[in-house]
């Protein structure tokens, strides 16, 4: 079945995301994303070299822009302009890459979106031609409204970002989805493949996910675990779950019987 995600102007086969930071060194990075199955590799600019630092080991190296789509990311900005500014770092590091995630943090302690600051930024990278993914909180208002800006994917959290409290709140992010016509896609909070799972049965378009295959005992399998949950949990929706009763109802029929 042909069923891929489609992102501004691109298109891919898997539904999880994956990130790159955490891991103990670039080869555990390498062979998790590998068993990952992921097609977007997301990348924290103000914290990974992907070339800016000549002296230093470059990621590229082991995750080949040839056979990932990079997802620079604007994680430790906390306003608009360093976000704005990151953005730009990147288009040129990438050599005109222009399919970012803008993530703008309140504080240093909840990492929760600054929302003002988000929306704000949204608009100075859209009118300078970024197809912008946006990190949010799960408000439908807010959703909506960066929807309406021209963001060509909305990342609601799920819970606090590294918290691994899975998604905490299906009812509003439910809404998200029901309201919104680009993709959707949990970002932050998952813990392990239930989590990634029950966000896709909820009908979210994909899965975002760092620390909870990083810190995994054993990344690599975690990483594969991922991988299933996502596929299951895509499926499952498309399937139509059956309806929710509060009382049994026998699988086999109570009429008919061979013998009494």
Do not use: W
């Not at 070339?51 to 590229?60: A, I, S, V, Y």
């Not at 909506?144 to 606090?160: F, R």
């Not at 596929?231 to 086999?252: I, K, W, Y």
Request: proline share 4%.
């Amino acid at each position: 079945m042909l069923d891929q995600l489609i992102i501004g102007s691109r298109s891919f086969n898997s539904r999880l995301l994956v990130g790159t930071g955490k891991y103990k060194d670039l080869n555990e990075t390498k062979d998790a994303i590998e068993a990952s199955g992921a097609n977007i590799v997301t990348v924290a600019i103000r914290r990974t070299n992907i070339g800016q630092n000549k002296d230093e080991p470059n990621l590229l190296d082991v995750i080949s822009p040839n056979k990932y789509t990079i997802l620079p990311n604007t994680a430790g900005c906390f306003d608009a302009d360093s976000a704005v500014r990151t953005c730009m770092l990147a288009r040129e590091l990438l050599d005109g890459h222009n399919l970012v995630k803008l993530e703008v943090l309140g504080d240093e302690k909840n990492l929760y979106p600054n929302v003002t600051e988000t929306l704000k930024a949204a608009k100075v990278l859209i009118d300078d031609g970024f197809e912008v993914m946006v990190y949010t909180s799960d408000d439908p208002i807010v959703a909506k409204e960066l929807e309406s800006m021209g963001c060509v994917a909305i990342m609601p959290l799920g819970s606090l970002i590294g918290s691994g409290l899975g998604i905490l709140n299906r009812h509003t992010l439910s809404l998200i989805i029901e309201q919104t016509q680009v993709p959707v896609l949990v970002d932050a909070g998952v813990g392990t493949a239930s989590d990634a799972a029950i966000a896709m049965e909820l009908g979210c378009d994909g899965v975002l996910m760092n620390t909870a295959i990083a810190h995994a005992k054993n990344p690599v399998m975690m990483a594969s675990a991922m991988n299933h949950a996502v596929v299951a949990g895509r499926e499952a929706f498309l399937a139509g779950r059956m309806p929710a009763r509060h009382m049994a109802q026998a699988s086999s029929p109570q009429t008919g019987y061979f013998f009494k």
